[in-house]
């Protein structure tokens, strides 16, 4: 299953707002968490769905980290999770 | 430089049996460690680098609003059997009294810190209590606040208000008795931001005919599973211009709005805010003449300060009141000056104590309601 294909669908199905797809660069830098695309039980969920779906878990310490704030940082994250947790 | 910030106390909470407990507490970050007296020696002259330990500390902070919003703000563990003893050397010690800001070393950075919060998740800036419950909650327990909202202040079935917590043994005690002294057979009451219905429905227990109005389907759907005869429930979104035309006008004997008026002055969430004035308009709007708007809110000033001192004979710290940046109540002058000039007169103002029985549940969390209230209820009126 490819990282950004994913989190992508989970934030097109998930967002409070429409995302455009065809901006996809601009969408990697997207501050979702300043800019309110998910409220607390949408990260909630994002968090658990990403966790089952990949088989990783987050630390406190990535889910605090500035990286975590952008879709982009995001999906690094979880591809080096993907990595190490194997 | 290192210094202790003007912000620190220190509080005695030494026992025969565990002697030398101090907890050191920064009011403005509410943050806490445990230490022992050489560490009060360490504080008292940074300079003096002689004493190189090992000093004893605990591990005794605890985010104690976890248990309810009107659980013991404090912020840190009150049974001494359950504080995690370290021993730290020099340079230990003094990381830790910095990561809780009982020591800083930049005092421009550490106030910086007090900046407004971006994000839920932004850990750079404190934010104000509900978004420090957030970030708490989704990455301590990793559970949505709103659904930790209603585990704390009602029953798993979600009917009514759990009588273990203060909600039950202030606020829900004092309605039980206010709606039975005010509300009579045939009284139209409005429950503005009804929830789940348990007010609405304890309204109509004493025969009130009920319209409880909510903007959230989720809450709707328990309040409609559980209704009481004499209470409907309608969708509406309440505080947007417009949002309660379908209510008629001069409708209400009573308007009833609880734990929803603060979210006027501290928002919930960045971006724009709604406008008390669309809201409080619609109300004397909905009125009937020499009808009653009855607001139920936390108190202005001693919700969320800390419980402190001897259980009998508590204390509170007010670190701020006119400017808040970690409480989530507005000032009386804030909440009154929208109310008056919304065209409202104040004709009653009560500040709630717990009832009786509370004493054995939560002894510390009575004796302290007892003397600083957590809940103030006011009766206002259209002006003629």
Known sequence: MDTTECILDFFSRSARMPLRRDAEANLLDLRYLDEGVLDSLGLVTMIAEFESAFKISFSADELQSPEFQTIGGLIEIVDRLRVSQR | ?384
């Open chain 2, 1 to 384: 430089m290192s210094l202790v910030p003007r912000d620190v106390v220190l509080l005695p909470e030494s026992t025969p049996d565990r002697p030398d407990r101090w907890v050191a507490m920064n009011v403005l970050a509410r943050t806490c460690l445990g230490i022992s007296s050489e560490v009060v020696r360490v504080m008292g002259n940074l300079n003096d680098a002689r004493d190189a330990g090992p000093f004893r500390c605990w591990h005794l902070e605890r985010f104690s609003n976890e248990d309810g919003l009107l659980a013991d703000p404090s912020r840190f563990e009150r049974d001494l059997s359950a504080w995690h003893e370290v021993m730290w050397d020099r340079r230990e010690l003094l990381t830790a009294l910095k990561a809780k800001f009982i020591v800083v070393d930049d005092v421009s950075a550490y106030r910086s810190r007090f900046a407004s919060k971006r994000n839920v998740l932004d850990v750079e800036h404190f934010g104000n209590f509900h978004e420090q419950h957030g970030q708490h909650m989704l990455l301590a327990k990793r559970t949505s606040p709103s659904e930790w909202w209603m585990r704390q202040k009602f029953t798993p079935d979600r009917r009514s208000v759990r009588h273990d917590t203060l909600y039950g043994a202030i606020q829900a005690a004092f309605l039980e008795q206010y709606f039975a002294k005010h509300f009579r057979p045939g009284l139209s009451v409005i429950d503005l931001g009804c929830g789940t219905g348990t007010y609405a429905n304890l309204a109509a227990r004493f025969g009130a005919e009920v319209l409880g109005i909510d903007p959230s389907d989720q809450y709707l759907g328990v309040a409609r599973a559980n209704a009481a005869p004499g209470t409907r429930f309608a969708r509406m979104d309440i505080g947007t211009a417009g949002a309660l035309d379908a209510v008629a006008g001069q409708s209400a004997d009573v308007v009833f709005m609880c734990d929803a008026l603060l979210f006027y002055f501290v928002p919930v969430k960045p971006g724009p805010q709604p406008d008390i004035q669309v809201l409080l308009s619609d109300i004397r709007r909905i009125l009937k003449p020499g009808g009653t708007f009855i607001s139920v809110e936390p108190h202005s000033t001693f919700y969320l300060t800390p419980w402190l001192g001897e259980l009998d004979r508590p204390f509170t710290i007010v670190s701020e009141y006119l400017n808040k940046s970690y409480g989530v109540t507005p000032p009386f002058s804030s909440l009154i000056g929208a109310l008056t000039k919304a065209g409202f007169v104040v004709e009653a103002l009560h500040e709630l104590r717990p009832a009786a029985g509370f004493e054995g549940v939560d002894p510390r969390g009575y004796q302290f309601s007892q003397e600083f209230p957590l809940w103030q209820v006011m009766e206002l009126r259209p002006a003629r």
